[in-house]
Structure formats: C-alpha cells, structure tokens
C-alpha cells in the first residue's frame, strides 16, 4: 500500500520560506509524475506545482500562476521523495499541503500545515 508522509510545515512570518518534503512508500516513485497540493480554509484542495519523471521527460516543472516564481518542485528519485521550496510567503499560501502524483493516484497523507502571520 502507497503511503504519502509530508513534513516541513509550521508558522512563518510574509516574507519567509520553508522547505516541504514528502517520503512515498510501497510504489516505484521514479515512475510518476509528482505534484504538490494545498488546501486554505474553507477552500478545495488546489494543485501548486508539478514535476514530471526524470527518467523519461526530464523532471520537467509547471506552477500554479499564485505561487509562479516563489515556489520550486523538485524530487530525488533516489530518496523516494518530493521537495518544494516556498520562498517569499504570503499570508494567502497559509493551507495545509499534500503530494500526491499529478494525476492524485494514492491515498492522501495527513498533509503538513504551513501558516504565514505576523
């Protein structure tokens, strides 16, 4: 059975960053294509970034237009695991954030919480 632990998340002031990491296990990790997931309050739970494998479409990336040019996806096939490096945060990126694969393939993880407030 697949599972999705995400971690990295807390509380950060606008303007800060934090790094999210995902371990999957039980599934050949290298052989999808990943994304990054949040969900604010009140919200439906949005895609924020995608990577694609790097084995055969060379780890391409694509960004939600809210997070273009603050956030970066990136995996480590090796490691079973998917990054993202959100910098210069807003108080509107505060969500609860998943991976799952681009397609959402595997059960969701509990998410890790990111929260942007002065």
């Known amino acids: 059975q697949v599972q999705l632990v995400e971690s990295g998340g807390g509380l950060v002031q606008p303007g800060g960053s934090l790094r999210l990491s995902c371990v999957v296990s039980?599934?050949?990790?290298?052989?999808?294509?990943m994304g990054w997931y949040r969900q604010g309050p009140g919200k439906e739970r949005e895609l924020v970034a995608t990577i694609t494998t790097t084995i055969t479409s060379g780890g391409n990336t694509n960004y939600a237009d809210s997070v273009k040019g603050r956030f970066t996806i990136s995996r480590a096939n090796a490691k079973n695991s998917v990054y993202l490096q959100m910098n210069s945060l807003k108080p509107e990126d505060t969500a609860v954030y998943y991976c799952n694969t681009r397609e959402r393939s595997w059960p969701w993880g509990q998410g890790t919480q990111v929260t942007v407030s002065s």
């Open positions: 039980g599934s050949i990790f290298s052989l999808f294509a």
